[in-house]
């Protein structure tokens, strides 16, 4: 009896560990699990007015495996020709050649997956651009509380500089602004007797950020001894 009692500890153990679904790897999962697999775009950078994109096989969960590029084999499309195409003469698959100004979506697709990105606002004579949110948060550095009137400045890279005046949960949001792709968004936040913080956000177009904000001469302070 004991004998088979160890023999069913063993079997649980060792199925158990053959299917961690965080665990790469072959898959001995006994009731036929395996991974999810998908198609990712996972980076569009600028080149000049045009975009490079590349695709990746993705595996998640049971038995996932190491991301695969396939950016050479993938079919890809864009949602209006007449702005930005693919596979003009010279260059390499995933390279979205920019004809006239617009916005464009651009998919990948490989092995019945397919993945959309954008819309990305391309215009001959300068770099693509796509929408991006920011959320704000600005705090005080000794004692993390919410600093409200603040003033937040983002200047993307190749754009306009927007301000927006800290909440009283301390919240400056950011919304539907463009940046250029792959490009740089320069964050600075002002606030009456505290040093003035500087932040340079990368790949941003979708994100959040914590400033926490130092005393003028250079000693945290509590944002109620803030003069105002």
């Known amino acids: 009896m004991r004998a088979i009692?160890?023999?069913l500890v063993v079997t649980v153990a060792a199925t158990t560990i053959a299917c961690n679904p965080v665990s790469p790897g072959e898959c001995h999962d006994p009731y036929g699990r395996g991974p999810i697999v998908?198609?990712?775009i996972k980076d569009c950078h600028a080149i000049g007015a045009d975009l490079q994109c590349s695709a990746f096989r993705t595996e998640a969960f049971y038995c996932a495996g190491p991301d695969q590029n396939v950016t050479l084999t993938a079919?890809?499309?864009?949602?209006?020709?007449?702005l930005a195409a693919f596979g003009a003469a010279g260059t390499s698959p995933g390279y979205l050649k920019t004809l006239a100004m617009g916005s464009v979506q651009v998919t990948a697709a490989y092995g019945g997956r397919a993945d959309t990105r954008g819309p990305f606002f391309v215009s001959?004579?300068?770099?693509p651009q796509q929408e991006a949110t920011l959320d704000v948060s600005v705090t005080d550095a000794a004692t993390n509380g919410k600093v409200s009137n603040a003033i937040v400045e983002v200047r993307p890279q190749d754009g306009a500089t927007q301000s927006c005046e800290t909440d009283l949960s301390g919240m400056c949001k950011f919304t539907k602004f463009r940046v250029l792709v792959g490009g740089t968004i320069d964050l600075t936040v002002l606030k009456v007797g505290y040093q003035t913080a500087h932040r340079l956000i990368e790949n941003c177009t979708g994100c959040g950020v914590t400033?926490?904000?130092?005393h003028s001469d250079g000693r945290p302070v509590d944002i109620q001894h803030v003069p105002l």
């Open 38 to 40: 998908d198609t990712a």
């Open 211 to 214: 400033v926490p904000l130092t």
């Open 75 to 82: 079919a890809w499309t864009s949602s209006n020709l007449l």
């Open 5 to 7: 009692l160890r023999l």
């Open 124 to 127: 001959p004579g300068s770099g």
